[in-house]
Each structure stands twice: as C-alpha cells, then as structure tokens.
C-alpha cells in the first residue's frame, strides 16, 4: 500500500554528520515500528535503528548507539536518521522499512514489510 522513498545520502568525511529522510505515501493509517536498514557491499543487511508509532521508543543497533538518532514526523509523514561522528564502517546503503503492528523491538528484515529504494552514505577522505 505504502511507498518509501529515501533521501539525503552522499559523501561525508570521517567524523562528519549526515540526516537522512524517508517520506511515505499512499497509505492511510500511520506506519507503526518505522526503521532503517543498511548494506554495505559484501555484506547482509543489517538493522540500524527503529522508533515506535509515537516516537518515543526508538532503539538502534550496537554500531551505531551514541552516534544516531532516529526521529518521525508522521503530520509530514517523514522518518529522519541524524548521523553524527560517522566512520568508514558506516559505508552502505541506507534503506527506510515500515513493520507491521505488534513488531516493536524487531532486528529482523522478516518484521519490516515495506521498503524504499535504498540511499547511498559513503564515509571517506
């Protein structure tokens, strides 16, 4: 039903900040657990960060604890993730996922059933 459709991805030095979006459309109740994945190549997705339907309940993976910050504004139907003090390892494609009700806490792909396209984040010098 819905579409995500990412945003604001580039190139940042190391130690840089980076804030991504996710808008979503074409659905008419809110996104329950809304989060983002990333993949970087060679490797699996991975789960990086997740909020609840109100937006007070975000979680987020080790790697990234202390250094994002994920956020909603669901009036502008919008998902952010602010990026602060990003290293090489955070190279990846970032993608914004909606889950299904009843899947707060998930890591898991299998919990996330609608997907974007997928922005690039690429730390380097």
């Known amino acids: 039903q819905e579409q995500l459709v990412e945003s604001g991805g580039g190139l940042v030095q190391p130690g840089g900040s980076l804030r991504l979006s996710c808008v979503a459309s074409?659905?008419?109740?809110?996104?329950?657990?809304w989060g983002w994945f990333r993949q970087a190549p060679g490797k699996e997705r991975e789960f990086v960060a997740a909020?609840?339907?109100?937006?007070?309940?975000?979680y987020f993976a080790d790697s990234v604890k202390g250094r994002f910050i994920i956020s909603r504004d669901d009036a502008k139907n919008r998902l952010y993730l602010q990026m602060n003090s990003l290293m090489p390892e955070d190279t990846a494609i970032y993608y914004c996922?909606?889950?299904?009700?009843?899947?707060?806490?998930?890591?898991?792909?299998?919990?996330?059933?609608?997907w974007g396209q997928g922005t690039q984040v690429t730390v380097s010098s």
């Open positions: 996922a909606a889950a299904l009700p009843g899947n707060w806490g998930s890591r898991s792909e299998s919990a996330f059933n609608s």
């Open positions: 074409g659905r008419t109740f809110p996104i329950a657990t």
């Open positions: 909020v609840n339907r109100n937006g007070d309940r975000p």
